[in-house]
């Protein structure tokens, strides 16, 4: 115990230097939410990627791995998808208007962009955000505690409260910088020990077919695309529903503060191949862990969460147990950590910027200084931090049988809903209009709960919506009425304006395709 009591300090420690550098470089409200637009295609990639993986990758989809094994496989593909479309497509444009707005927060950029007169859409998304944000973060928060519990034996309330503290220290003193470069250094981390278990553990068999012989033995299901029971419409809404969580980056506030902050367009270029090989390899490597725990601790007939726990969430732990010396494991149990506390520290300062920038200076107090704006956007992170964790400790009382998988992906999911179909016809269809962005905003987030709560109750179909989780339908809901809404209200001057926008993009690419190569 001592050996993973020394790395979980070390680690600590870490986190409070980079802290106390960031720190330094904050001089002033646009420093803190967005790092002065300083990123690099490093930082950039590795904080967005860190930020939207969160405590579901190493606890969430590893049990995934463990409980459904191959067809699990399909949530690698639905987050290259997402990934890829986000950065590949969406990313370059975004990256423009926001410069062009100069805007420091994704809301400053909807309102920039549908040129609001009132304060309505930026209310409502400043609201929306908080709410579902709060969610997430508890999640993760509930997720440090649990990931204490299992790799040290520590109550759960006192490893919550451990990794909120150290969260919040660094957020605090070093805003967004803190969280980027955190995040780098963490993402980092996950990766290397994600790709190396199940590369160590692979490699300790001595006859490799025989892993899938031994799934097959367990549970015929484990080793097919489909599952257990094969192509069935129960199935396919499983298959579904892990292939469109990769939605959740198509305009994720939290992810696409990434975009705002990185130095340039043209480090977008080389993000983008940095955040498909990420994405690509910590996916792949969660499931395999997973599947590799479930041949190794289990047997045929023996439901995987009498072992591994409530939705396996403790196969990493115990494959890393299995494989790996106590000082090993100590690193491990910092992945897991690092998971968790890059998407917390990013979503603090995120929705802390939001609140005083979008909330309290735009519409109460627009004669707000700089340094008071910094001063109280630190204590908005305070009080965001604490409310919390008083949301993760009630939940974690009053549902001690949830998952963290669905705990986290139902925030995920809201954010994902209110957002991301806003998002995609903002920057791809000049004729969407604010009306049409309230709209759909609204239906994301009241699909949210209705999908959640009400239509996954029902008998029947319920069953269904269940395993295609809350994101699809709410999702798809909020894209359609914001094309409808376009359709019947138009607006032919919001259309006429956003096509300039467009224009000095298009001029642009003509330039850099035309213009020759600078001479060294």
């Not at 993986?53 to 989809?61: C, H, Q, R, V």
């Not at 549902?399 to 920057?427: E, H, K, N, Q, Y």
Request: glycine share 8%; proline share 3%; aromatic share 12%.
């Amino acid at each position: 115990m001592f050996e993973k009591y020394s790395m979980i300090i070390v680690y600590f420690g870490i986190l409070m230097f980079i802290g106390y550098l960031a720190s330094r470089r904050v001089k002033s409200m646009k420093d803190f939410v967005i790092g002065g637009k300083s990123l690099s295609y490093w930082v950039a990639a590795f904080s967005a990627q860190a930020t939207g993986e969160s405590a579901w990758l190493l606890l969430g989809l590893t049990g995934m791995g463990a409980m459904l094994g191959f067809s699990a496989y399909w949530v690698v593909v639905g987050e290259l998808f997402g990934v890829g479309v986000a950065w590949f497509l969406m990313a370059p444009r975004f990256k423009h208007l926001t410069d062009k707005y100069d805007s420091m927060t994704v809301i400053d950029y909807m309102t920039s962009r549908f040129n609001s007169k009132t304060n309505l859409l930026r209310t409502i998304a400043s609201i929306a955000l908080l709410i579902f944000v709060l969610i997430y973060i508890s999640a993760q928060i509930d997720a440090t505690g649990s990931a204490f519990e299992t790799f040290l034996d520590l109550d759960y309330h006192v490893g919550a409260v451990v990794g909120f503290v150290v969260v919040a220290i660094y957020c605090i003193a070093g805003g967004f910088l803190a969280a980027a470069w955190t995040d780098m250094f963490q993402g980092a981390v996950m990766l290397v020990c994600l790709v190396l278990l199940p590369t160590v553990a692979f490699l300790s068999f001595s006859n490799a077919g025989s892993i899938y012989d031994g799934l097959y033995a367990i549970e015929p299901g484990l080793v097919t695309m489909w599952g257990s029971g094969g192509l069935t419409l129960m199935n396919v809404s499983v298959v579904v529903g892990m292939l469109l969580i990769g939605l959740g980056f198509l305009g994720s506030p939290q992810v696409f503060a990434r975009l705002i902050a990185i130095r340039s367009e043209e480090e977008i270029n080389r993000g983008k191949w940095v955040a498909m090989l990420f994405t690509l390899l910590v996916d792949f490597s969660a499931v395999s862990i997973g599947v590799l725990g479930r041949y190794i601790f289990t047997t045929q007939g023996v439901e995987p969460d009498s072992v591994l726990g409530n939705g396996a969430q403790n196969v990493l732990s115990e494959l890393v147990e299995y494989t790996f010396s106590p000082w090993i494991v100590g690193i491990y149990v910092a992945a897991v950590l690092s998971a968790i506390m890059s998407t917390v520290s990013s979503l603090l300062v995120m929705v802390a910027g939001s609140v005083t920038h979008d909330l309290y200076e735009k519409i109460f107090n627009p004669l707000l200084n700089d340094s008071d704006a910094t001063r109280l956007c630190r204590i908005i992170t305070i009080i965001l931090a604490l409310l919390s964790l008083g949301l993760a400790i009630t939940i974690s009382i009053l549902s001690p049988d949830r998952t963290i998988f669905w705990f986290v992906i139902f925030g995920w999911a809201g954010i994902a809903a209110t957002f991301c179909p806003m998002m995609i016809l903002s920057l791809f269809w000049p004729r969407f209009t604010e009306k049409a962005a309230i709209a759909s905003m609204l239906t994301g987030f009241s699909m949210t709960l209705i999908s959640k709560f009400v239509i996954q109750e029902m008998e029947g179909v319920g069953p269904y919506f269940t395993e295609l989780e809350t994101m699809p339908p709410s999702f798809l809901s909020a894209l359609i009425v914001g094309y409808l809404v376009t359709i019947i209200a138009p607006d032919k001057e919001l259309e006429a304006r956003y096509r300039v926008d467009l224009l000095s993009l298009k001029d642009k690419k003509t330039h850099d395709s035309t213009s020759p190569p600078e001479s060294s």
